[in-house]
Each structure stands twice: as structure tokens, then as C-alpha cells.
């Protein structure tokens, strides 16, 4: 599915969120939106989703506005959002019970589905009985069980340790691969970014707009990043990270400081 943004803007009241945004994301594409907190990256997503209205300009998929959510359009969150009252299974199978499935049914391709994400023996525990890495694979399974053509990430492993992120990110560019939605993830992470994605979006302060655009798809995807080095770099100094500073963590450049 393809999407189109055309002059979009967002304000809340006298908040201006999203100065102006143009883009088209073709159908299968991969897009990474980083940019400082707060500069509007989430709320293009609800846009998307259907969740949010554009304050001026137009979001469309296939042509047609987005005017309200849908279920060919998935919105994937930072926190997993199971039903801590149900099972994981069960967690999976309503994905498929809100669009009429027989119950059966449902349950029969949630545990495929659990099964494809690693999770199979677990289809009966609960989420507090798992993991925080395990309650996003469910996640994942939920968000792709209904087979989106519109994957929407927001943060989608922001809160989980370093090595169960890289691990996730891995199972997640699989399952993207195998099933070839179109894909708009909202990150913080740069080397997450660079990792998943076919082209990387860095945006500004409030109100965002686009600084650069970095198309990737040219370079071989794993966690190895050397190829990634100047691109990185790039991105990096866009969002006002001095990587030129010989410490263990890039220092961040204040506007208006010097060298």
C-alpha cells in the first residue's frame, strides 16, 4: 500500500507540531522517522493510523484519504498492550475475532503465529508470566496475524535491554521480509534506524520538517554497521551529536556552541 503525504501539518492550539511534511512512500517500503523528542514523529503516525487528523494538508493510502482507522493499517506501540487477562494465545486470536473470524480459526493461526515469532509452548502463559522481550514477540504476532498492508511501529522496542532489542529486530526484518507490508517505524535508536530500514527521514525541532532523507536500501542489512559508518555519522550530526568527541559516548552539541 502505498502513502501519500501532501502538504501535511499538525497543531494542537497554538502548538505547531508538524510545520509541513511531503512525501510517498511506496508500497513495500521500509521508512525510519528519527528526530529529537517530541518534534511530531509519533503524531504522523496516528495520522496514518487514522487516529489523528491532519490540521492542513492531506495522508493518503492507495489514493484514497485516511479519515479513520482500519485494519489494513497497524499501529505497533513501545508498551506490548496485551490483555494482561488473557493468554497469549488469546491475546493473538483477537486480532482475527475483531474482524469476524470463527474463534477456532483464530486460535489456529495465533498459535502458527506464536510458533513463527518463537513463542510456540507458551500459547497458554499469561503476559506477566513471560518476559518483556516475549510479551513483544506477542505483539508482533498480534500486529501480523491480520496480515497489514500498513505496519505502523512506534518505539516498538524502546523499552527492552540491548541484546533482546537487536534480537527482536532481527525476528521483526524477517517477518517483515516474508510478508512485504509497507513500514513507517518512529525510533530514537539510529543504529535501529539503519538497521530495518530502506530510507531514514531526520527531522527537526518542533515543528518538525524533513532535514535529510538517507535512502539505504543499496546497503547489506546486518548488525555489522561499518557500511552504515558515514551515513551514521551524518544522521548523528543532524540531530546534534558531536561524534568527533573522543569518549565513550557521543556528546551532544548545544545550538549556538562552538568547537
Same mark, same amino acid.
Given at each position: 500500500?502505498? /502513502? ?27 521508512? +525510519? ?12 503516525? #496516528? ?20 479519515? #479513520? ?10 508498551? #506490548?498492550?496485551?490483555?494482561? $487477562? ?23 493461526? +495465533?498459535?502458527? $503465529? ?47 535491554? +540491548? ?33 530495518? +530500514? ?12 524533513? /532535514? ?5 536500501? #543499496? ?41
Amino acid at each position: 500500500m502505498q /502513502l501519500h503525504f501532501e502538504r501535511v501539518a499538525k497543531s494542537f492550539g497554538d502548538l505547531q507540531v508538524i510545520e509541513t511534511f511531503d512525501d510517498t512512500i511506496a508500497d513495500g517500503e521500509i521508512v +525510519a522517522l528519527v528526530g529529537p523528542s517530541g518534534c511530531g514523529k509519533s503524531t504522523l503516525l #496516528h495520522m496514518v493510523a487514522g487516529l489523528q487528523q491532519a490540521s492542513a494538508g492531506e495522508v493518503r493510502a492507495d489514493g484514497q484519504p485516511v479519515s #479513520h482507522p482500519a485494519p489494513e493499517r497497524t499501529l505497533v506501540f513501545q508498551e #506490548h498492550a496485551l490483555y494482561p $487477562w488473557m493468554t497469549l494465545e488469546a491475546n493473538v486470536a483477537l486480532a482475527l475475532e475483531f474482524q469476524d473470524q470463527p474463534a477456532r480459526e483464530a486460535r489456529k493461526q +495465533a498459535s502458527e $503465529w506464536l510458533a513463527r515469532v518463537k513463542l510456540d509452548g507458551f500459547e497458554g502463559y499469561y503476559p506477566h508470566q513471560v518476559s518483556g522481550g516475549m510479551r513483544q514477540r506477542c505483539a508482533l504476532a498480534r500486529a501480523f496475524i491480520a496480515r497489514p498492508k500498513v505496519l505502523l511501529l512506534d518505539e516498538p522496542f524502546g523499552a527492552l535491554d +540491548a541484546l533482546t532489542r537487536m534480537t527482536l529486530q532481527s525476528v521483526l526484518r524477517d517477518l517483515i521480509e516474508e510478508e512485504r507490508p509497507t513500514v513507517v517505524l518512529v525510533t530514537h535508536d539510529v543504529d535501529e534506524a539503519l538497521y530495518l +530500514a530502506d530510507r531514514v527521514l531526520v527531522f527537526s525541532q518542533r515543528p518538525a520538517r524533513v /532535514l535529510e532523507s538517507f535512502t539505504l536500501g #543499496h546497503i547489506p542489512k546486518t548488525h555489522d554497521l561499518t557500511a552504515f559508518a558515514d551515513i551514521r555519522r551524518e544522521v548523528l550530526t543532524l540531530l546534534g551529536i558531536d561524534t568527533d568527541t573522543p569518549s565513550a559516548e557521543p556528546r551532544r552539541v548545544e545550538r549556538g556552541e562552538t568547537a
